[in-house]
Nanobody, 119 residues
Framework: QVQLVESGGGLVQAGGSLRLSCAAS????????MDWFRHAPGKEREFVAGIVWSSGETYPVNAVKGRFTISRDNAKNTMYLQMNNLKPEDAAVYYC????????????WGQGTQVTVSS
């Protein structure tokens, strides 16, 4: 059994920063990539950023480039999302997900962590 657990969400003022973590636990699994998504009320879930686990190559969406940085720590089996200069439109529940092969469906999802940005 594999579990992904997000943490680090909270309430922050616009312009502030948060660092989200996604820790993987349980049985060892080979992952191709891990991604961050967010889901705001009344909107569809959207992809935010991803990282190829072996190479560290990242692929954030344009809306967060220059503000969000995705990274991973192999030793800690953890992925991070450093979010700077947060905007009210960044408020959402943030989820991490793991993909075990290129082009495959996501095999594992976390439970989400709430990010609230006050203006």
């Amino acid at each position: 059994q594999v579990q992904l657990v997000e943490s680090g969400g909270g309430l922050v003022q616009a312009g502030g920063s948060l660092r989200l973590s996604c820790a993987a636990s349980g049985r060892t699994f080979r992952r191709y990539a891990m991604d961050w998504f967010r889901h705001a009320p009344g909107k569809e879930r959207e992809f935010v950023a991803g990282i190829v686990w072996s190479s560290g190559e990242t692929y954030p969406v344009n809306a967060v480039k220059g503000r969000f940085t995705i990274s991973r720590d192999n030793a800690k089996n953890t992925m991070y999302l450093q979010m700077n200069n947060l905007k009210p439109e960044d408020a959402a529940v943030y989820y991490c997900a793991a993909k075990i092969a290129p082009g495959s469906e996501y095999a594992y999802w976390g439970q989400g962590t709430q990010v609230t940005v006050s203006s």
